[in-house]
């Protein structure tokens, strides 16, 4: 006899279905269009062919979606059900959470459908999140409420009723129509009575008021079937409830047929006989992964279906908002355009299906359990401080300036842009700093290795570190994503010079004592400042901090030729953009000295000697003493960022001191942390945040939003735009540090 299992809070089987549901949703569709255009034979034309709605009466593979969602949505609940109670929650308070998951959805209908857009004359309130959103709650209610036997009665109560209804109700308007057609059933009669906005079809809305009964049924079945595989019996083994699923499916076909013959197969109607037939479609699509994945324990092939499973409502929206579609002709219409033109299709299907997914994989790999984690907050609040900065002030300020154009502001945006050539801007600050808190961080981070023989494991670390970092670079600023050899850039970036000075920090964190790392710091800087004052190279060099003469530049063209930033080539010759003067190579030296001078800053707040007043002075003081420094010595070795000059090194890093004392003091020492959250959903997830606003578009969604202000606007709309799109960014920066989701590099 087969021993009876427990079964898990969450089935594996479930999830996996979900996924696959809704991979039709997430381009399935598309795919297998474009294998019947690749290859167009009888076989993939035909399931081509499943891939649309029927217009009217009929089943295709496409009308099974929705319904499976919506089954599936139902065969979870008594499990939720079964841990909620668990956990002590009242009655009430169950059916309160019952209806607000309801009132959600319904909600986030009418945002996808244009709700934001204003304009309420054409907005479409039916919605398919509405009905997934009402029919599960109803159910859900008489679930809680009722036992099986009322709810069984209760469930053939409303397709019977449904039926009468619609085959014996008078439709006043009907014009002598039928009463199953599209101008003659009673559904789009009510729909046009009491549905306010727009209707889909004019007459009537697959979605609308009266059809979204039945959808009760539907959810109903779904909650059978998941009391059923919950249910604990001597004898009822997992095999035995897989059978009575399938014989369960075959008697629902049956009635269904059956009673398609007065009352027709509709989707568009959510006919009683529908609900059958897709009913007995979705028990064995069950049946069937529950038997592979949660019976036999066949789970390896499953993770595909089930990262998209876990988040199928996100892709539903995020499809709804974010312009995938970009993001997968930047990273693979290179490659598209270079297949035959009848596998472009197959290509752009992949490629989208691709980047929907990886999307979703990283919300599922990242989900963190949540644990108390001894961070220094202040770090986390002024690297949010940073990022704040690079991604909401910059791109919401610059568009603010250019629509206001008053002399006044402009003279304010000073501190908002950076310096020419020589001098320093606040602006200046934004990069350096970034660098300077990858240092702090370092103490905290890799002290556990710095006493391992073996230290294979935090040299692959480093290394992984370092290549995402420049990769990430490339894809910002190297043109990387445009797969067009001719147009990459390789060194370019602040991910790339964070990379390069956290490599040349964490190998002498981990070899060589703090007196040497300073020692060593200081010659670098020494080092840089000869290189440039000394070597002369041609019309290049020997004391030059010229944008055209000085030594760094001649090295970056030299070595990086046309794939530097800015690089053309025009007839064979590689022509250098006199707008571009950032140096990279020869300044690497120096972002060590920054990341350096972070460390610095670690060692001294990580020190569990000190006193937190001793803290603070020592980074004031040392703070206040290297701006000092860096601009004297900027009398002989200009301060300039575009060179990374050893005197702005000074310079920055004694700002970044100070700032640090400041955040510290605060909020460590002080315990003013009360409004520092929004800061820390941008410090923890700092490279993310950089990512999203520098790869990723999400303009498409301010615009689709309000489009319609920009008559009334002006030079304004822009700033609109602006604050939507950060607005975005922020949104889901903050959903993933509520989740504990943090992109790790």
């Not at 990262?307 to 199928?312: A, H, L, Q, T, Y």
């Not at 909401?392 to 310096?419: K, T």
């Amino acid at each position: 006899m087969e021993k009876q299992k427990q079964q898990p809070q969450r089935l594996q089987s479930l999830d996996a279905l979900r996924g696959f549901d809704m991979l039709f949703i997430m381009g399935g569709a598309s795919l297998f269009v474009a294998l019947a255009t690749l290859f167009p034979n009888p076989f993939f034309q035909a399931i081509a062919g499943q891939m649309e709605h029927v217009e009217w009466n009929g089943l295709a593979h496409h009308d099974t979606i929705f319904p499976l969602f919506l089954f599936i949505a139902g065969i979870s609940f008594p499990f939720s059900l079964e841990k909620q109670r668990g956990k002590g929650m009242t009655e009430g308070a169950i059916y309160k959470k019952i209806v607000r998951r309801g009132i959600t959805l319904v909600f986030l209908g009418l945002v996808y459908n244009g709700l934001l857009s204003f304009e309420f004359d054409h907005l479409r309130c039916a919605s398919v999140l509405a009905r997934i959103g009402l029919g599960w709650m109803f159910a859900a209610l008489l679930f809680v409420r009722f036992g099986w036997k009322v709810r069984a009665g209760i469930t053939v109560l409303i397709l019977v009723g449904y039926w009468l209804a619609m085959a014996f109700v008078p439709v006043p308007d009907a014009g002598g129509a039928g009463p199953f057609t599209l101008e003659g059933n009673l559904v789009g009669y009510i729909d046009r009575l009491f549905l306010p906005g727009r209707l889909h079809e004019t007459v009537f809305d697959p979605e609308g008021l009266f059809s979204t009964v039945p959808a009760i049924a539907t959810a109903m079945l779904g909650m059978f079937t998941g009391e059923w595989i919950k249910l604990r019996k001597e004898g009822l083994t997992d095999r035995k409830k897989v059978l009575c699923l399938v014989g369960a499916g075959a008697v629902l076909l049956i009635v269904g047929l059956l009673w398609s013959l007065v009352f027709p197969i509709n989707k568009k109607l959510w006919t009683s006989s529908f609900v059958c037939v897709v009913g007995a479609y979705s028990v064995w699509m069950f049946a069937l992964f529950f038997y592979i994945i949660d019976v036999l324990g066949w789970r390896k092939w499953t993770l595909f279906f089930t990262v998209i499973g876990m988040n199928s409502i996100t892709i539903y929206l995020a499809q709804r908002f974010i312009r995938f579609s970009y993001t997968s002709e930047a990273i693979f219409g290179g490659l598209a355009k270079l297949m035959p033109e009848t596998a472009q299709p197959l290509v752009s299907a992949i490629a989208y299906i691709a980047v929907c997914w990886g999307f979703l994989y990283f919300l599922y790999r990242q989900r963190m359990e949540k644990k108390k984690l001894n961070r220094l907050e202040s770090l986390d609040v002024l690297r949010g401080f940073d990022l704040f900065c690079l991604v909401v002030l910059e791109m919401v300020l610059h568009p603010l300036a250019h629509a206001i154009d008053m002399p006044w502001f402009n003279s304010f945006m000073w501190g908002f842009s950076h310096v020419e050539w020589e001098g320093f801007s606040t602006w200046d600050l934004v990069m350096p700093l970034f660098l300077f808190m990858a240092g702090v961080s370092m103490p905290f981070s890799l002290s556990r290795y710095k006493d391992m023989p073996d230290k294979m494991a935090v040299y692959r670390r480093i290394g992984k570190r370092v290549l995402l970092l420049w990769v990430f670079g490339m894809m910002c600023q190297g043109n990387l994503l445009a797969l067009d050899p001719d147009r990459v850039y390789l060194y370019s970036n602040t991910l790339q010079s964070i990379a390069m000075g956290y490599l040349i920090a964490s190998l002498l964190f981990l070899h060589v004592r703090i007196r040497v790392q300073i020692g060593i710091a200081a010659s670098l800087l020494l080092i840089f400042w000869g290189a440039m004052e000394f070597i002369t190279v041609g019309n290049y060099g020997g004391g030059s901090y010229t944008p055209d003469s000085n030594l760094a530049e001649w090295i970056d063209r030299t070595v990086l030729g046309r794939f530097r930033d800015g690089a053309t080539v025009e007839n064979g010759e590689v022509i250098f953009a006199t707008w571009y003067r950032y140096t990279w190579i020869l300044s690497s030296l120096n972002f060590g000295v920054t990341v350096l001078t972070g460390l610095f800053a670690g060692y001294i707040l990580k020190n569990k000697l000190y006193s937190e007043r001793l803290k603070l002075r020592m980074l004031f003081g040392i703070g206040l003493g290297m701006v000092i420094a860096g601009w004297l010595w900027g009398i002989e070795l200009p301060v300039i960022k575009k060179l990374w000059t050893s005197s702005m090194v000074l310079v920055s890093s004694g700002y970044c001191f100070l700032l640090m004392g400041l955040f510290y003091y605060w909020i460590d020492y002080k315990g003013h942390r009360k409004y520092t959250t929004w800061l820390k959903v941008y410090g923890m997830n700092s490279i993310l945040a950089y990512m999203l606003t520098n790869v990723v578009s999400f303009r498409c969604i301010g615009e689709s939003l309000f489009f319609g202000t920009q008559q009334y606007l002006g030079n304004y709309y822009p700033v609109l735009i602006a604050m939507c799109n950060v607005s975005v960014i922020y949104v889901l920066l903050y959903a993933f540090y509520k989740h504990n989701i943090f992109l790790k590099v």
